[in-house]
């Protein structure tokens, strides 16, 4: 059974920072891209970052560009997003995905999801 499981969203006051995790079970991996959305009520999903899992190649959203980092720990199967100098406008659910292949940005390329974790910095 596949599994993306997120963590580590929550409340921080801007210009703080926060880790997200993303543990994937349930498949082999190195085929795949996986990647960071985040949404807000009544918008489409919108995309954060993504890394191949089997070179580590990235790719960033313009928004989160130089504030936010993807990487992963392929002994652990968990991919990372450290987020940096975060701003109210951050404030969304954050969805972890895989996707088969290279990198996408459009989410309905992604065929795997987690269930979401609430990042929340007031304005």
């Known amino acids: 059974q596949v599994q993306l499981v997120e963590s580590g969203g929550g409340l921080v006051q801007a210009g703080g920072s926060l880790r997200l995790s993303c543990a994937a079970s349930?498949?082999?991996?190195?085929?795949?891209?996986m990647g960071w959305f985040r949404q807000t009520p009544g918008k489409e999903r919108e995309f954060v970052a993504a890394?191949?899992?089997?070179?580590?190649?990235?790719h960033y959203g313009d928004s989160v560009k130089g504030r936010f980092t993807i990487s992963r720990d392929i002994a652990r199967n968990t991919v990372y997003l450290q987020m940096n100098s975060l701003k109210p406008e951050d404030t969304a659910v954050y969805y972890c995905?895989?996707?088969?292949?290279?990198?996408?940005?459009?989410?309905?390329?992604?065929?795997?999801w987690g269930q979401g974790t609430q990042v929340t910095v007031p304005s």
């Open positions: 995905a895989a996707a088969p292949g290279c990198i996408w940005t459009s989410a309905g390329q992604y065929d795997y």
């Open positions: 349930g498949r082999a991996w190195s085929g795949y891209a």
């Open positions: 890394i191949r899992w089997s070179d580590g190649s990235t």
